[in-house]
């Protein structure tokens, strides 16, 4: 099993800046690919950003640009740097871990994301 705990949400105005953490404990596997997933009111669960633990990386098309995930793996800890905020960006946001070896998903309990206009 692998807990996932974000952090970080919050309410900015639009043009602002939030960083969201989320720290991985228990049985984390060496190989995994841990992302950032959305979910807006109304609107189904969308991937924000993605990234393996040997460093690749997927973005939505939406925030390419504007939002970084980086990982800091001694730490077990995935982040998310959201820049340029606009208020289309606010959701609750949950952290996953995808673990291969068995193949399994874990997510997180969320954290709410408001952009004011």
């Known amino acids: 099993q692998v807990q996932l705990v974000e952090s970080g949400g919050g309410l900015v105005q639009a043009g602002g800046s939030l960083r969201l953490s989320c720290v991985a404990s228990?049985?984390?596997?060496?190989?995994?690919?841990m992302g950032w997933y959305r979910q807006g009111t109304g609107n189904q669960r969308e991937m924000v950003a993605r990234m393996s633990s040997v460093g690749t990386t997927t973005y939505a098309d939406s925030v390419k640009g504007r939002f970084t995930i980086s990982r800091d793996s001694p730490k077990n800890t995935v982040y998310l740097q959201m820049n340029s905020l606009k208020p289309e960006d606010t959701a609750v946001y949950y952290c996953k871990q995808e673990s291969f070896s068995p193949r399994s998903d874990y997510w997180g309990q969320g954290t709410q994301v408001t952009v004011s206009s």
């Open positions: 228990g049985r984390i596997s060496s190989f995994n690919v």
